[in-house]
T-cell receptor, first 115, second 111 residues
Framework: DTAVSQTPKYLVTQMGNDKSIKCEQN?????MYWYKQDSKKFLKIMFS???????INETVPNRFSPKSPDKAHLNLHINSLELGDSAVYFC??????????????FGPGTRLLVL | RKEVEQDPGPFNVPEGATVAFNCTYS??????FFWYRQDCRKEPKLLMS???SGNEDGRFTAQLNRASQYISLLIRDSKLSDSATYLC????????????FGAGTRLFVKA
């Protein structure tokens, strides 16, 4: 039973295309996150949602649009993909998030390569 | 200055060695502190939370010094399976939802 799942695992696409990454958690958590891990392995938060509401948007270009249809899902849509978007994108969830003390559970990551 | 700084390593140690990792954070309002572990091409996983009084989990000991804004992780009796990247993580808490990851310290444990 996968707690946090992402699809697809690998995504290879051309510059200028639009793509989506899906994330689902079956832990009953209220908060979900998207992180980007670049080639230097630096993991940086992009967005966090609490009960379907956007809480954090970390100066991410507006080509990136998260959508949370319900609190178990947080999808990431990327328009007009650029070379610099190539990275590993991790989805994560935590029980609440407000106190910041809970463990975050990460999905396996989506490896995006923009050619 | 980066919000969370770690020595990137790599640390190359023999099995059985004791190794220590350090981490500093810049925001004095930081509330919660963690060490995560990330294996190659895998997702990060929580290793342990870090409490003000210091805490231990088996071979792993974490310390926090709020005055110096410094966190440490000590691994005793290193095993081959400890080879991974160790991420220092800081959360601003109090409704912040904002988690800052350090760039990680790479550890290689050799037979």
């Amino acid at each position: 039973d996968t707690a946090v799942s992402q699809t697809p695992k690998y995504l290879v696409t051309q510059m200028g295309n639009d793509k989506s990454i899906k994330c689902e958690q079956n832990l009953g958590h209220d908060t979900m996150y998207w992180y980007k891990q670049d080639s230097k392995k630096f993991l940086k938060i992009m967005f966090s949602y609490n009960n379907k509401e956007l809480i954090i948007n970390e100066t991410v270009p507006n080509r990136f649009s998260p959508k949370s249809p319900d609190k178990a899902h947080l999808n990431l849509h990327i328009n007009s993909l650029e070379l610099g978007d190539s990275a590993v994108y991790f989805c994560a969830s935590s029980q609440d998030g407000r106190g910041g003390e809970e463990t975050q559970y990460f999905g396996p990551g989506t490896r995006l390569l923009v050619l | 200055r980066k919000e969370v700084e770690q020595d990137p390593g790599p640390f190359n140690v023999p099995e059985g060695a004791t190794v220590a990792f350090n981490c500093t954070y810049s925001n004095s309002a930081s509330q919660s502190f963690f060490w995560y572990r990330q294996d190659c091409r895998k997702e990060p996983k929580l290793l342990m939370s870090v409490y003000s009084s210091g805490n231990e989990d088996g071979r792993f000991t974490a310390q926090l010094n709020r005055a110096s804004q410094y966190i440490s992780l000590l691994i005793r009796d290193s095993k081959l399976s400890d080879s991974a990247t160790y991420l220092c993580v800081v959360n601003l808490g109090t409704g912040g939802f904002k988690t800052i990851f350090g760039a990680g310290t790479r550890l290689f444990v050799k037979a």
